[in-house]
T-cell receptor, first 115, second 110 residues
Framework: AQSVAQPEDQVNVAEGNPLTVKCTYSVSGNPYLFWYVQYPNRGLQFLLKYITGDNLVKGSYGFEAEFNKSQTSFHLKKPSALVSDSALYFC?????????????FGSGTRLLVRP | NAGVTQTPKFRVLKTGQSMTLLCAQD?????MYWYRQDPGMGLRLIHYSVGEGTTAKGEVPDGYNVSRLKKQNFLLGLESAAPSQTSVYFC?????????FGQGTRLTVV
């Protein structure tokens, strides 16, 4: 069965410092991996995805993520955090052979960037 | 271009009442999804549709029904609401590898 784990409920970081939000996955075959962000009282916004190719993918708002097949991880990173990055972040996976193309989400990690 | 629009944005129901949530997308997407979001549990798939006239069960379908009579609309129905259905509901549609989400409907069942 497919699953996604986000081991941290909350990540705290000071503005200007690098941030990492962790994600590990379990899926048969080569996964399609995604990161979404949710601001208060808003829907989910797409940040970035990994389908194939370079293990380091760059996305919106200066975020990037590194796909590590041996560790089955897809951690979200940003070199210098902004207070405006404070939000709820979701990692998601899709199995390549799933004809429904549905996304399986992690439980979410709240990022708090303090000034 | 409106994208994915959900109606209503907020609703309070009494236990046993029924209601329908509407999701409309103007991107001509084939695939549409209904998720519910609960604290600490992420988003869980309720039902989905791979095209007009088709529906299928997701991870947590009990207590919900759906219909996809028109390609652009995906309706989620609660026939007899229960407090356990208090949640935030998100609709999504898919193009290629990317899913587009609506703003959500916050439903409270008292």
């Amino acid at each position: 069965a497919q699953s996604v784990a986000q081991p941290e409920d909350q990540v705290n970081v000071a503005e200007g410092n690098p941030l990492t939000v962790k994600c590990t996955y379990s899926v048969s075959g080569n996964p399609y991996l995604f990161w979404y962000v949710q601001y208060p009282n808003r829907g989910l916004q797409f940040l970035l995805k990994y389908i194939t190719g370079d293990n380091l993918v760059k996305g919106s708002y200066g975020f990037e993520a590194e796909f590590n097949k041996s560790q089955t991880s897809f951690h979200l990173k940003k070199p210098s955090a902004l207070v405006s990055d404070s939000a709820l972040y979701f990692c998601a996976v899709r199995a390549p052979m799933d004809s429904s193309y549905k996304l399986i989400f992690g439980s979410g990690t709240r990022l708090l960037v303090r000034p | 271009n409106a994208g994915v629009t959900q109606t209503p944005k907020f609703r309070v129901l009494k236990t046993g009442q029924s209601m329908t949530l509407l999701c409309a997308q103007d991107m001509n997407h084939e695939y549409m999804y209904w998720y519910r979001q609960d604290p600490g549990m992420g988003l869980r798939l309720i039902h989905y549709s791979v095209g007009e006239g088709t529906t299928a069960k997701g991870e947590v379908p009990d207590g919900y029904n759906v219909s996809r009579l028109k390609k652009q609309n995906f309706l989620l129905g609660l026939e007899s609401a229960a407090p356990s259905q208090t949640s935030v509901y998100f609709c999504a549609s898919r193009a290629g590898t990317e899913a587009f989400f609506g703003q959500g409907t916050r439903l409270t069942v008292v």
